[in-house]
């Protein structure tokens, strides 16, 4: 096999597109990631761009008619990051429309690498990159899509793209797959033996360990970028033994009476309790909330629980009609798939767990690898509640590991929190499987300060409400929009407020603000405040 690199459009100016998925910073990092193993390793790479002329003739159809002027030759909208740019021995060809085949020299260029397979990065996956992957099947090659290193706009059309592509015109893997199937070592060296590798999940009721799996290494938040643990990524083959067992433990467990399935919530929230301070403790240490935020999300989790025992009691109910009433059973799904985000990693997973075991369904788990050894502690404190065996699976994992279990087979139902990027991605994959979907994503909180409010004693709660733990939560506020009359007396509260609250060591039970915020940061934003004001803004950005 002999491969040739293929960059697409990573340019300036799509880069910089609203809304870009993954973020402008991480598709570069991936991207050179590639670029570099490639060069390193002697193997040919392939740059093409979109490039149109200073007056706009040769403007795409609807460019023109929507009045876009993006990658102008000669502007910087046009160039690559410096981290991507090309060297004299490597093509750049310039095109005009989606495919990279409609690049003049492009196919002779591919010639002369005398490659067989082509590995494509870049974007968009909805538009250029799909239609450089169908031309190029049609014309006899063997396509892999760097998938953590394409990316799109528009994640639900992305996320179509990439589920019709796949096994049909190209092979879709991660950057470090691809790199160690072509012997380029894309995964990091030998793990330190002094950092433990932890196992790839909790499968059929036994922690299995990591096997050749690729990992991601999870750092500490307080002392970047030292790792605190390597995370081993799930296959769909762990996630399929996952959901195999989570089925064929579930079908036991949703034929047990109320009574009993309540029994064992009211012990896993005593568990929880006990293990409250280890908890607690890990939270902060892992990532970074700090601790007074800690014991309340353990304390939120353990309400989770006891209000799911308190829906047993009442599994049947009756609706009433002017002229009839409807009597409303609830029954399990059978397994459902849960996902679940790093920032909350105790009380959104229980809160997800609680009412599914609750009801009689087994899970498959994929919950945020940022939090990992958290995961674990959950896990424990249900297992010990008396959970039988393989009912709920835990796997570790990325993007690709949450698109096994939403894939798999065995889940029948998917819920998920996390951004607004992924919950697209998730509905788009549910809709074509026809799997039902409850997604809870990111919000744009505001908090609205009229003419009858006590600024001085209302600021300290706003500045907490939008800062503390560096603003990481959905209902975090992340805009004030003040009455112009108030806004200098808004301007100076809301200064000292943020000033005023304590960043520091998360596990000093007076730190207000983890380590994800610095003091430099906190400079940054009462400028941008500052500025705001200046510039006559009515809408102030908060976290």
């Known amino acids: 096999m002999m491969p040739v690199l293929v960059l697409i459009d990573l340019q300036h100016d799509f880069l910089d597109r609203q809304g870009l998925t993954p973020p402008p910073t991480i598709l570069i990092e991936r991207a050179a990631q590639l670029l570099e193993r490639f060069r390193q390793y002697g193997r040919p790479v392939v ?20 009045d876009i002027w993006q990658c102008v030759a000669g502007t910087r909208g046009a160039q690559t990051p410096d981290r991507l ?38 974007l968009y996956l909805h538009g250029c990159v799909r239609s450089t992957v169908l031309d190029a099947y049609e014309r006899g090659w063997t396509v892999w899509v760097a998938d953590d290193a394409v990316g799109s706009t528009e994640p639900a059309h992305s996320e179509i793209t990439s589920m019709y592509l796949d096994g049909r015109a190209a092979r879709f893997c991660s950057s470090s797959e691809i790199l160690d199937e072509l012997g380029m070592f894309g995964s990091d060296e030998t793990p330190s033996s002094t950092i433990p590798v932890l196992p790839v999940g909790h499968l059929a009721g036994e922690w299995r360990p990591a096997a050749g799996h690729a990992r991601i290494d999870q750092c500490n938040p307080f002392d970047w970028p030292k790792v605190a643990a390597h995370v081993p990524i799930a296959t769909g083959e762990d996630v399929r033994r996952a959901g195999q067992a989570a089925a064929e433990a579930q079908s036991e467990w949703s034929r047990c009476a109320a009574t009993d399935r309540a029994a064992v919530l009211s012990s896993w929230a005593t568990m929880l309790a006990d293990r409250s301070a280890e908890l607690t403790k890990r939270l902060a240490s892992e990532i970074g909330k700090p601790m007074a935020e800690a014991e309340d999300e353990v304390r939120r989790a353990m309400s989770h629980i006891r209000f799911a025992a308190e829906l047993l009691k009442d599994e049947t109910k009756q609706l009433h009609t002017d002229d009839s009433s409807v009597d409303v059973r609830y029954r399990p799904h059978g397994v459902v798939g849960l996902i679940t985000p790093w920032n909350n990693p105790v009380a959104i997973p229980v809160g997800k767990l609680a009412p599914a075991v609750a009801f009689g369904n087994g899970v498959v788990w994929k919950p945020g690898v940022e939090a990992p050894h958290t995961a674990i502690l959950v896990l424990e404190t249900l297992l010990s509640a008396g959970l039988p065996a393989g009912l709920v699976n835990l796997v570790f994992g990325d993007a690709r590991t949450a698109r096994a279990v939403i894939d798999d087979p065995a889940t029948a ?46 600021a300290p709660g706003m500045a907490t409400a939008a800062f503390s733990f560096a603003g990481q939560r959905c209902t975090s506020i992340q805009r004030f929009i003040v009455e112009r009359p108030l806004i200098p007396e808004f301007e100076r509260a809301i200064l000292r407020a943020t000033q005023a609250l304590r960043i520091g060591n998360p596990l000093d039970a007076a730190t207000q603000i983890g380590p994800m915020i610095s003091h430099a940061h906190r400079a940054r934003v009462a400028a941008a405040i500052k500025q705001a004001v200046a510039d006559g803004a009515r809408v102030l950005c908060g976290a």
């Open 47 to 66: 740059h093409v761009h979109t490039q149109i002329r200073d007056d706009g003739s040769d403007r795409m159809p609807h460019w023109r008619r929507n």
């Open 413 to 458: 139902a998917i819920s998920l929190t996390g951004s607004i990027a992924a919950g697209q991605q998730a509905g788009a994959r549910c809709l074509i499987l026809n799997k039902p979907f409850q997604a809870e994503l990111g919000g744009n909180n505001a908090a609205i300060v009229l003419s009858d409010c006590d600024i001085e004693r209302e």
């Open 85 to 122: 740019q090309p060297r004299e021995s490597e093509p750049v060809c310039q095109k005009q429309f989606f495919s990279a085949f409609g690049a003049a020299d492009f196919v002779a260029a591919l010639a002369r690498t005398g490659a067989d397979t082509i590995v494509l990065a870049g």
